[in-house]
């Protein structure tokens, strides 16, 4: 959204200076408080193939693999989807995945505040699957409900 209002006004590369200018002031405050919690034992190489040979590593790749894939491809195609079916015209597509992201906000933080809630007092604990499982539950009963709400609004007209 910075772009669009920036590149007409100052041009292309003050725009890209001034994304930088912003990633790097709000990248050094989290730099500045990083701290190595204890030296490791030996320097390590930079790409240890060996690591893959390992199961759980090699399991925890793959899911973080297709977590990103699932993550971030469809955000990638909302906006191209919108233009294309008609729903977005070329100004609002520009904003879908802010409006997409603040959304994802509050599910993060409730999903928190409830997975801590088992932490501080675990006899709040509703059933006897785990916490994380749960909240799986939830949003998959959510989905489910949605996809039927726009399967019933296509059906309708």
């Known amino acids: 959204m910075l772009f669009r209002y920036l590149q007409p006004s100052i041009g292309f ?8 200018l912003i990633m790097f002031t709000i990248f050094t405050v989290p730099v500045l408080g990083l701290r190595m919690r204890f030296r490791p ?36 195609y909302v906006q191209l989807y919108g233009i294309k079916e008609g729903i977005l015209n070329d100004n609002l597509s520009s904003y879908i995945l802010p409006i997409l992201n603040t959304g994802s906000f509050f599910g ?9 809630s088992f932490q501080l007092n ?21 989905l489910a409900f949605a996809s039927l709400w726009l399967e019933f609004l296509d059906f309708c007209g």
């Open 41 to 76: 034992s030996k320097a390590r190489r930079l790409l240890d193939l060996k690591a893959w040979t390992e199961l759980p590593f090699f399991l925890t790749g793959l899911c973080f693999f297709m977590l990103f894939l699932g993550v971030d491809i469809p955000a990638f």
């Open 108 to 116: 993060r933080i409730v999903s928190i505040v409830y997975l801590q």
């Open 122 to 142: 675990p006899r709040l604990k509703f059933c006897r699957f785990p916490p994380t499982l749960q909240i799986k539950l939830v949003c998959s009963i959510q």
């Open 13 to 20: 590369g003050w725009t890209v200076r001034a994304f930088a």
